[in-house]
């Protein structure tokens, strides 16, 4: 079975330049996480979604960023404008119906300067 | 609200000898309990997962952990330490009624010396 992919694994970027990742979920999952793990600390969850629609986004700054899952398969995280406390490794994750286990990919590194 | 405490921001041991990574969590429910590892530019992956069903709880690796409730506690032991153990480690809770959002504690930096 194949695990959760990302991409770009890393991306270097400068302040005020716009960056997105890509996820692509786990065959089946319908819950989709996308999480901030800045350097040294524990990921935190920027947003979560059941299919396409979202159900906790609470954490996500909107001001700059957005998340979508247009057909409930992949999703796209955006970064606009990107700022210098925005460089962390960006995890995504996914949960098959009816258990809570998370399974993560390789994550995005993005270092802003 | 739910929160995990990870007593140790580092932890260092020499190979072969015991491990023991200390995790405490706040709940007024019952929770689900993780541990997660995550070695250098690697993904997150899961050692082993507390539900209920048994209070102690053996994951991959030669890892498990125990469930104390009445400690509000979930370390993670292994009985000899590889030099492979080398990660960070990070424990994990959820509750049914936050809709199953993780929280994760600050992590526990393992090094393992030769």
């Known amino acids: 079975e194949a695990g959760v992919a990302q991409s770009p694994r890393y991306k270097i970027i400068e302040k005020r330049q716009s960056v997105a990742f890509w996820c692509n979920p786990i065959?089946?999952?319908?819950?989709l996480y996308w999480y901030q793990q800045i350097l040294g600390q524990g990921p935190k969850l920027l947003i979560q979604f059941q299919n396409n629609g979202v159900v906790d986004d609470s954490q996500l700054p909107k001001d700059r960023f957005s998340a979508e899952r247009l057909k409930g398969v992949d999703s796209t995280l955006k970064i606009q404008p990107a700022k210098l406390e925005d460089s962390a490794v960006y995890l995504c994750a996914s949960t098959p119906a009816g258990t809570d286990t998370q399974y993560f990919g390789p994550g995005t590194r993005l270092t802003v300067l | 609200a739910q929160s995990v405490t990870q007593l140790d921001s580092h932890v260092s041991v020499s190979e072969g000898t015991p491990v023991l990574l200390r995790c405490n969590y706040s709940s007024s429910y019952s929770p689900s309990l993780f541990w997660y590892v995550q070695h250098p530019n690697k993904g997150l992956q899961l050692l082993l997962k507390?539900?209920?069903?048994?209070?102690l709880v053996k994951g991959i690796n030669g890892f498990e952990a125990e469930f104390k409730k009445s400690e509000t506690s979930f370390h993670l032991t292994k009985p000899s330490a590889h030099m492979s153990d080398a990660a960070e480690y990070f424990c994990v809770v959820t509750f049914k009624s936050s809709g199953d959002k993780l929280t994760f504690g600050t992590g526990t930096r393992l090094a393992v010396r030769p």
């Open positions: 507390y539900t209920s069903a048994a209070t």
């Open positions: 065959s089946g999952h319908a819950t």
